[in-house]
T-cell receptor, first 119, second 114 residues
């Protein structure tokens, strides 16, 4: 099946700094990728839809200026947590669909996640 | 708006016993339904999915799920649980018309007793 990678898998940063997380589709192209946030022992919350070549679409309540998303190519989306604070500590997961696979168009392939800890 | 409910927060079963995890969804059209498993600190692994056709779907690791439109349910089952099945299980629904983004249930934590 299609593979999605994330980098880094784990990051610790100081409060006030910015952190960039990369999401890559390794063997397929994706014009759309999704960013989720997962709190401890909680479900995944969709943060935004990343669109290649255009602005991301953010879910209600998600701060656009806080979580910057850039979909620079058909295989790469980045999430930058700006001026990170301890409350931004979480598990961030991205996903992508293989849009060439018309049979499984609505199946999302998830990255392994990035654990962000803000001190 | 679509939504998913997993009524059981935590389930404990003995190894070798059968398992059923419940999932109810709310969605106006024909839903795309998924079950995922997540081990601690890991990403999501797809167990099985339902798009159309046969309402009983088979997945990996011996799991199956049955789509019941009349009950708006998509319950996950396994006839004999192994200790390695202990994990968090998420049911999700995707709307094809909305860029395919998924809405997840709150998850069910499965504990397996020896």
């Amino acid at each position: 099946g299609a593979v999605v990678s994330q980098h880094p898998s784990r990051v610790i940063c100081k409060s006030g700094t910015s952190v960039k997380i990369e999401c890559r589709s390794l063997d397929f192209q994706a014009t759309t990728m999704f960013w989720y946030r997962q709190f401890p022992k909680k479900s995944l919350m969709l943060m935004a839809t990343s669109n290649e070549g255009s602005k991301a679409t953010y879910e209600q309540g998600v701060e656009k200026d806080k979580f910057l998303i850039n979909h620079a190519s058909l295989t790469l989306s980045t999430l930058t947590v700006t001026s990170a604070h301890p409350e931004d500590s979480s598990f961030y997961i991205c996903s992508a669909r293989d849009e060439q696979d018309v049979t499984n168009y609505n199946e999302q392939f998830f990255g392994p996640g990035t654990r962000l800890t803000v001190l | 708006a679509q939504s998913v409910t997993q009524p059981d927060i935590h389930i404990t079963v003995s190894e070798g016993a059968s398992l059923e995890l419940r999932c109810n969804y709310s969605y106006g059209a024909t839903p795309y339904l998924f079950w995922y498993v997540q081990s601690p600190g890991q990403g999501l692994q797809l167990l099985l999915k339902y798009f159309s056709g046969d309402t009983l779907v088979q997945g990996i690791k011996g799991f199956e799920a049955e789509f019941k439109r009349s009950q708006s349910s998509f319950n996950l089952r396994k006839p004999s649980v192994h200790w390695s099945d202990a994990a968090e299980y998420f049911c999700a629904v995707a709307s094809g018309g909305d860029a395919g983004k998924s809405t997840f249930g709150d998850g069910t934590t499965l504990t397996v007793k020896p």
